[in-house]
């Protein structure tokens, strides 16, 4: 378990990179995510056909080999996608409110599969598990990094959520502040 932890190193600087360009592409849609989903569906080649697409080898390797070899090929694969982004990466993007509430979803998303994840190593090693299926670690996490401008998507569903809950007042007066 802990060399899966560490194999995601490199898996979570390249996340950074990724989710800055998606965030900084929904701050661009101004935080509508109608059309920001009308974006995603409107331009699936730029956004689902990337190199990150060869990610789905690791997954095979992942399923018919040992976990430690689909690790092993995990730490090297993002290691070079993270040094090909960073090679492109041109801005940083500035942090709002809704900003850190699609980041707290998406931590809160991470946080919850590593609960899990834990949670299963241990029945596993405690023999009460039916089969050994450690594998399914590494696809899990390798998809939802695929699928991350979808993550996005969805942290913008629960921060519109939450903006129509908050009081009026606080809203003109957050929108009266962003005008100055």
């Given at each position: 378990?802990?060399?899966?932890?560490?194999?995601?190193?490199?898996?979570?600087?390249?996340?950074?990179?990724?989710?800055?360009?998606?965030?900084?592409?929904?701050?661009?849609?101004?935080?509508?995510?109608?059309?920001?989903?009308?974006?995603l569906v409107k331009h699936p080649k730029e956004i689902f056909l990337t190199p990150e697409i060869l990610s789905i080898i690791i997954i095979v390797v992942a399923i018919n080999t040992d976990a430690k070899i689909a690790g092993i090929c995990m730490v090297i694969f993002y290691m070079i996608m993270f040094l090909y982004e960073l090679r492109k990466f041109d801005k940083k993007i500035k942090m709002d409110i809704n900003i850190v509430r699609i980041l707290i979803v998406t931590l809160i998303i991470y946080i919850a599969l590593s609960i899990w994840f834990v949670l299963d190593y241990n029945a596993l090693q405690?023999?009460?598990?039916?089969?050994?299926?450690?594998w399914i670690y590494?696809?899990?996490?390798?998809?939802?990094?695929?699928?991350s401008y979808c993550v996005i998507w969805f942290g913008g569903l629960f921060n519109a959520l939450i903006v129509k809950l908050l009081p009026k007042k606080k809203r003109k007066k957050r929108a009266h502040k962003k005008q100055k």
């Open positions: 378990m802990i060399f899966f932890f560490i194999s995601l190193s490199t898996y979570l600087c390249y996340l950074v990179l990724k989710y800055q360009k998606g965030l900084a592409l929904f701050k661009k849609e101004n935080y509508a995510v109608k059309s920001y989903g009308k974006y405690n023999d009460l598990l039916i089969f050994d299926h450690r590494y696809v899990i996490v390798i998809l939802l990094g695929y699928f």
